[in-house]
């Protein structure tokens, strides 16, 4: 039996799926909850943490990024199903993946190093993108075919006992993408313009508006949001 770290967004229903997938499989589970405003009082609870005192630590639409001091206190192995194929790292993959116009869009599970969306990989899947995608549409996709792959995943660690290296010879075809999105890059994609073409602020309406986001532009140093 094994002892999980489970790292996963707050007030997620498919975290909340994964935490009762796991309490019911293993010895022992500690669940935080991971969202935009609590990183600092998270990474506090995790320099408690004693070396050894979690097998693994599993990460789900978790947004902190996890030092080494951390990494190296997990007995086995550090995973993180990441929203995205490997050619994207980073943050706001799925935004940049409909402003470059992908047919394809995918998740990703891996082993967690120092770098961000760096270490082996375990598993990728795919899907096609439809002409009209759009943030949302993409998100939805991306974050329930995470959940499907994150219980296969389980499934095959903690009921079938498969070996990681034997997941990981599977996928060592895959390589991670050289470049890495910022939340730079994303703060600068969702800052539009004052001029583009018709056919651009439609793709990037697209890209961007989301009920907790929305692109703007800036006029003599003031915020202007777009409005739906």
Aim: overall charge positive.
């Amino acid at each position: 039996m094994f002892n999980v770290l489970l790292i996963a967004k707050k007030n997620c229903p498919l975290s909340k799926k994964i935490f009762y997938f796991l309490k019911k499989r293993i010895k022992k589970i500690y669940f935080i909850q991971s969202d935009l405003n609590n990183g600092k009082i998270l990474k506090k609870k995790l320099m408690g943490i004693k070396k050894n005192q979690y097998d693994y630590l599993i990460c789900f639409r978790s947004y902190l990024i996890l030092k080494k001091n951390l990494l190296s206190k997990i007995k086995f192995a550090s995973i993180n199903f990441h929203p995205g194929p490997p050619s994207y790292r980073g943050i706001g993959c799925a935004n940049f993946a409909l402003i470059n116009n992908e047919k394809k869009y995918g998740s990703t599970c891996h082993i967690i190093n120092e770098k961000i969306d760096n270490g082996q990989i375990l598993d990728v899947k795919y899907f096609n993108l439809k002409k009209n995608e759009n943030i949302n549409s993409l998100l939805k996709k991306t974050h329930n075919l995470m959940f499907r792959q994150c219980i296969n995943i389980l499934k095959k660690i903690f009921i079938n006992k498969v070996p990681l290296k034997k997941l990981n010879k599977n996928y060592k075809k895959f390589k991670w993408g050289k470049i890495l999105y910022t939340r730079k890059k994303l703060n600068k994609l969702y800052n539009f313009k004052k001029t583009v073409s018709k056919k651009e602020f439609k793709k990037l309406l697209a890209a961007c508006v989301t009920e907790k986001f929305l692109p703007y532009v800036t006029i003599h140093g003031k915020k202007f949001f777009y409005s739906k």
